[in-house]
């Protein structure tokens, strides 16, 4: 029996400037792994000045691409803002700098290897958490022999993740007054 996928929106900051064949080829590659979960992904892309405007809005969240320059880890391809105690989070940053050196370094695609990590962004932001897993696609290192290796549990969701993706995005689209009284929380918002 196939599980209808929760919608979950992402608009979609480019403010370090990626090619746009490796930007199309990153979407491509971060709806398919999140497809993989039952979570169907859309894009708003936001890149142009004066697009997505608007309020954010359930079920959105916020890539943004920039240059890591050469602050701290150098090795770390980007991050989430994680409200830790609400297990909820709208903002991640993915460094397109960094992505594209470990491609040159490991001779991958760009737009796969940028995919890969927006896909564990979203998955931080979906999840509620700032840990990192053992393996898979949430384990905190990546090196160029795992990308030149492509083993394909490398690249993906433990069968526990793939829950807790879906779980977390069908309850992003659930209206907050809805979510709140299903909770038992008190009166709905205004």
Known sequence: MMVAAAMLIVRLYDMYG??????????AT?????NEAG???????????GSCVDTLRQPEVVIRLLAGGESRDTN???YSLVDVGHRVGTLATVFGDRVADLARLAAVDNGELLGLAMAHEVGHLLLGRAEHARAGLMR????????QRRRPADWQW???EQAALRSAAAARSVDP?????????????Q
């Open 18 to 27: 990626v090619a746009p064949v490796d930007r199309d080829a990153a979407k």
């Open 158 to 160: 433990s069968r526990d």
């Open 177 to 189: 007054n809805q979510r709140m009284a299903q909770l038992g929380r008190g009166a709905p918002l």
């Open 39 to 49: 979570v169907d992904l859309r894009w708003r892309d936001c890149t142009d000045a």
């Open 76 to 78: 770390v391809l980007g």
């Open 30 to 34: 971060a709806a398919a792994i999140l």
């Open 140 to 147: 905190a290192h990546w090196t160029a022999a795992d990308l």
